[in-house]
């Protein structure tokens, strides 16, 4: 499917209350235009369960279900086997969850999903921290970033953890069906993805990078330029993993990592240092990843 084949208008409504520039809405938006109205939605508390799921003023046409912040994977299991005793194995179960709500109070009930391998499509719309309730650290918080938790002053200059990997903890479950992840601003492996999920059935979990105006510190225009430059320069990967293979889907350049942080203020007070251990972090990664699709690839022969 490319591009110009989607519908203008899927099931996510306009008119929602998200930010200007707010690419956790742009994620919302295209998702359900390829994922379409046989589809049941649960968001757990976050940006988008604010913007999008208060109730009486809901953007989802399709069912919408409103759940604990800890137990998005947990609700979507249940409503899939709900669906399952009715014969009803055709409907899309699909959940869109913060990072922190993913990597940290939701990573127990994901776990659990993915070892059984639940038949759910679960969307992990990763803006690096808790956005919604005061911009605080996550488990998918950047080494090095502001937030309203981590100082900025003295030796310690932002936050001190790296991220998280969870696409690579759901793949050594060695039972999910699909894990990949995504970005926007590459559109058509975007719509690819999406459209594999779809017509997939088991466990599947997409990530997708997902710039905050506010939370990353920059102005309401610039979330497609910055994804685009974070995929380029390797700090966001495009990968996917299915049937026991991983293939990456783009190679980085390795290039333009300081100037894509020096867009962001939440890196405003970053060392020289700092960008060193971040460069070799992105190394780092890349070489795992590549590794994994090397040892994927070869075991099928």
Known sequence: MRLEDLPNKGAYTSGDRACAGCMAANVAINVMRILGKNTIVSVPPSCMSVFAGTFPELNWDVPYFHMQFANLASTLTGISRALKTQGKENVVVVGFGGDGGTADMGLQALSGAAHRNENILYICYSNEAYMNTGIQ??????????????????????????PKDIPRILIAHDSPTYVATASTAHIQDFIKKIQKAKNLRGFR???????????????SDIGPQLMQEAVDCGYWLLFEYEKGKLTINKKPKFTGLREFL??????????????????????????NIKSLEHLTTNSEN
């Open 262 to 287: 020096s867009k962001q203020d939440r890196f405003m007070h970053i060392t020289e240092a700092q960008i060193e251990e971040l460069e070799n972090y992105i190394q780092r990664r890349w070489n």
């Open 205 to 219: 979990y997409i990530e997708i990078l997902c710039v905050c105006n506010p939370g990353w510190r920059v102005p």
């Open 137 to 162: 650290a996550s488990g998918s918080s950047p080494y090095g970033s502001w937030s309203s938790t981590t100082p900025t002053k003295g030796k310690l200059r932002g936050n001190e953890y790296f």
